[in-house]
């Protein structure tokens, strides 16, 4: 079949507006819009339905014009019946497809402009909802007439909405890691909007002991609140991620800010020197542009001397795993106690024998006995002590991370082998831990 000849029998069969005709014809031609190539066709049967009249074809040429009438070219097919003495009742008829929605981009744009304006952002996207018996209707007529140069009813409306509003905004449609993304239900006309997440890198440093990395929910009353942790729901007042976190979320006015790190330490264990990278992911935040030096200053003005943070700099998504997976090296600082005094030979005995050793730890006996237990092999690169007393000593660690330190030092009853407290058959115990430094290892 000839393309006129499909389009008049589409026409004879629905009711259909520009839009939803040209859209059948969309992928011929370049540069037009849908509603060109729709019009286009209209107007030229339009023109045969006329010529045919001149020519003797009086039937056919009217039966042409009227359909025409019919389906949007109205005032020009009128005019055209007028002067050949026929009126034609003018009964308004609805697209089969889309039921005249198309007549709302404008309108939808502006709402859309409205909402987004809300956010800052450069690149936007649009996603499109339709109830589906619209793409039903449209594929079922698509099988019929053997249609296959068209496209999606929803390509041609977050297109001709997005021209709109890069019209009015001057930002641009971007289809990966845009800005802000509006979804438009066009047929109800709402529209929800949200803005992509934004990620912050940074180290921390923990200059006290006693606050949790993550939020600890009151053991007593799952989070309820209760007397004992003053109704807060939480074990400990703090976490280093509502301190954190509190000022990202509140500055780039976001919806909700989740901390990621690279592993974590214990409630007593403080973190120094180089600190522990970390990336905050700021949900649905309004602002995107950031002077992330004072965002630093105010938070460690806040934090007052809990928590440094430094390195500061906006991140991506991806890195966030590529952080977590990354090996490091660290450097512990600790004060372990012996049960016995112990001589300096004993201490570089015990120097001598974890140098560069593998050690063999299962699941501390301190955690939750609900974890399944798991068995690891980490290094020990090197240990060092310095006596600060008979029995107790200070030490610096260097090894894998990964590795428990407090049982490494009294050997949690033979589950980690060797240990400090089993190579000198006396028991020992990390009474203060620090970590010194933090280093990726280069793959
Ligand atoms: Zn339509
Ligand atoms: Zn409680």
């Avoid at 301190?243 to 974590?264: C, N, P, Q, V, Y």
Wanted: hydrophobic share 35%; glycine share 6%; with cysteine.
């Amino acid at each position: 079949m000839k393309l006129n000849e499909i389009s008049l029998a589409l026409l004879e069969n629905f009711a259909l507006c520009d839009h939803c005709l040209g859209r059948q014809f969309a992928l011929l031609g370049y540069g037009f819009t849908n509603q060109e190539r729709g019009y286009s066709i209209k107007l030229l049967l339009l023109l045969e339905g006329n010529r045919l009249i001149l020519n003797d074809s009086y039937e056919l040429g009217t039966e042409l014009i009227k359909l025409v009438a019919l389906n949007g070219l109205s005032e020009s097919a009128y005019k055209v019946l007028k002067s050949l003495g026929q009126d034609l009742e003018r009964t308004p008829t609805k697209c089969y497809i889309c039921n005249g929605v198309f007549e709302y981009v404008d309108e939808l744009a502006n709402k859309v402009v409205e909402k987004i304006s809300q956010y800052e952002y450069k690149t936007f996207l649009l996603g499109i909802k339709i109830p589906p018996e619209v793409e039903e209707r449209e594929d079922e007529l698509r099988a019929q007439f053997d249609i296959k140069w068209s496209e999606s009813i929803k390509n041609e409306f977050s297109r001709e909405i997005g021209k709109k509003v890069t019209e009015i905004t001057g930002k641009t449609v971007q289809h990966v890691k845009s800005d802000v993304i509006a979804i438009i239900n066009v047929f109800t006309k709402q529209i929800t909007v949200k803005a992509s997440p934004i990620f912050i890198s940074g180290h921390y440093k923990k200059l006290v002991r006693g606050i949790p990395q993550h939020r600890w929910v009151c053991n007593k009353c799952v989070g309820i609140g209760c007397a004992d942790c003053g109704w807060t729901g939480k074990k400990y007042s703090e976490s280093i991620e509502e301190l954190i976190t509190g000022e990202i979320k509140r500055m780039f006015e976001g919806t909700d800010a989740k901390l990621h790190s690279a592993g974590r330490e214990d409630v007593d264990v403080r973190v120094l020197g180089s600190g522990r990278p970390f990336i905050v992911e700021v949900k649905n935040p309004k602002k995107r542009n950031m002077d992330l030096e004072s965002l630093k200053t105010e938070i460690n003005k806040g934090a007052k001397d809990k928590i440094e943070i430094f390195n500061l700099g906006f991140s991506l998504k991806e890195r966030v795993q590529a952080m977590k997976e990354k090996k490091q090296t660290k450097i512990y600082r600790g004060l372990v106690e012996f049960e016995n005094p112990v001589s300096d030979e004993q201490l570089l005995e015990i120097e001598k024998a974890l140098e560069n050793k593998i050690i063999y730890q299962q699941s501390p006996s301190r955690f939750s006995r609900q974890r399944s237990p798991k068995n690891r092999k980490k290094y020990l690169y090197g240990i060092e002590f310095k006596r600060l007393n008979p029995n107790l000593v200070e030490m610096l660690v260097r090894c894998q991370g990964g590795l428990y330190i407090k049982e490494l030092v009294d050997g949690d009853d033979g589950k980690t082998t060797p240990s400090l407290a089993e190579l000198i058959n006396t028991s020992a115990k990390c009474i203060e831990l620090d970590i010194m430094d933090i280093s990726m290892e280069v793959a």
